[in-house]
C-alpha cells in the first residue's frame, strides 16, 4: 500500500490564481480531511468527507473547495490564492469510517504552498 | 468547543534519559480519545500513540506510553531512553464523538542532546 500521497510537494502561486491539490489514499479509508499547518498554531482542519458524495467544514474553510467523487480521492482546490494561504497542507484518512474517536488518523506527506 | 494546550514550546533531553511532554484538553463529552503525533525535520506526521477516555490503563507503545489523568484532563507523552532520532515536534490531538474532527495543540519541539 502507498498509504496516502499528496501532489505537488512543493507549489509557488500567483496571488490569484487558483490550483488544486491532489490527495488519495489506497487503504479504502472512509474519512479523509486537509489540515493546513501554520507555525506555532499546530494542525486546522479546513475540510473534512465521511464518504463519496459527503463533505463539510472544518475550523478554516474560506477559500477552499473540496470534492469527493471516489473513496480514494479528496482533492482541494483554492479558488483564488491569497499570501495567507501560504502554509504547508496535509491530507489525512481514517478507517473504519464511524468517524469514532478511535480512527487513528495517517497522513500524507504534506504539499508546501507558498502564495506571492 | 475542543481545545487542546501544550505548555512546552521547546524541550531538551539528555540522550538515554526519559522526558514527559505535556498535554492539557478541554472537552464536555465522556467519549473521546488521545493522539499523540510526531513530526520529525522531514515533515511528515507519524502517529504514535492513542488513549481513549474509558481505556482504564494508560497506553503504551515501545518506548512511548501516554499519562492519562482523566479528572485532570491531561494526557502527557512520556518517551523512555531518548535517543537522537527522538528530536522532532510532538503533537497532542484529540477527537470526540462520530464524525468529528481531530483537534492538534500547538506543538512542542524536543531535542535530545547526546
Known amino acids: 500500500n502507498a498509504g496516502v500521497t499528496q501532489t505537488p510537494k512543493f507549489q509557488v502561486l500567483k496571488t490569484g490564481q487558483s490550483m488544486t491539490l491532489q490527495c488519495a489514499q489506497d487503504m479504502n479509508h472512509e474519512y479523509m480531511s486537509w489540515y493546513r499547518q501554520d507555525p506555532g498554531m499546530g494542525l486546522r482542519l479546513i475540510h473534512y468527507?465521511?464518504?463519496?458524495?459527503?463533505?463539510d467544514q472544518g475550523e478554516v474553510p474560506n477559500g477552499y473547495n473540496v470534492s469527493r467523487s471516489t473513496t480514494e480521492d479528496f482533492p482541494l482546490r483554492l479558488l483564488s490564492a491569497a499570501p495567507s494561504q501560504t502554509s504547508v497542507y496535509f491530507c489525512?484518512?481514517?478507517?473504519?469510517?464511524?468517524?469514532?474517536?478511535?480512527?487513528?488518523?495517517?497522513f500524507g506527506p504534506g504539499t508546501r504552498l507558498t502564495v506571492l | 468547543a475542543q481545545k487542546i494546550t501544550q505548555t512546552q514550546p521547546g524541550m531538551f533531553v539528555q540522550e538515554k534519559e526519559a522526558v514527559t511532554l505535556d498535554c492539557t484538553y478541554d472537552t464536555s463529552d465522556q467519549s473521546y480519545g488521545l493522539f499523540w503525533y510526531k513530526q520529525p525535520s522531514s515533515g511528515e506526521m507519524i502517529f504514535l500513540i492513542y488513549q481513549g477516555s474509558y481505556d482504564e490503563q494508560n497506553a503504551t507503545e515501545g518506548r512511548y506510553s501516554l499519562n492519562f489523568q482523566k479528572a485532570r484532563k491531561s494526557a502527557n507523552l512520556v518517551i523512555s531512553a531518548s535517543q537522537l532520532g527522538d528530536s522532532a515536534m510532538y503533537f497532542c490531538a484529540m477527537r470526540e464523538g462520530p464524525l468529528d474532527d481531530m483537534r492538534f495543540g500547538a506543538g512542542t519541539r524536543l531535542t535530545v542532546k547526546p
Open positions: 468527507s465521511v464518504g463519496a458524495g459527503i463533505t
Open positions: 489525512a484518512s481514517s478507517y473504519p469510517g464511524s468517524g469514532s474517536h478511535t480512527d487513528t488518523q495517517y
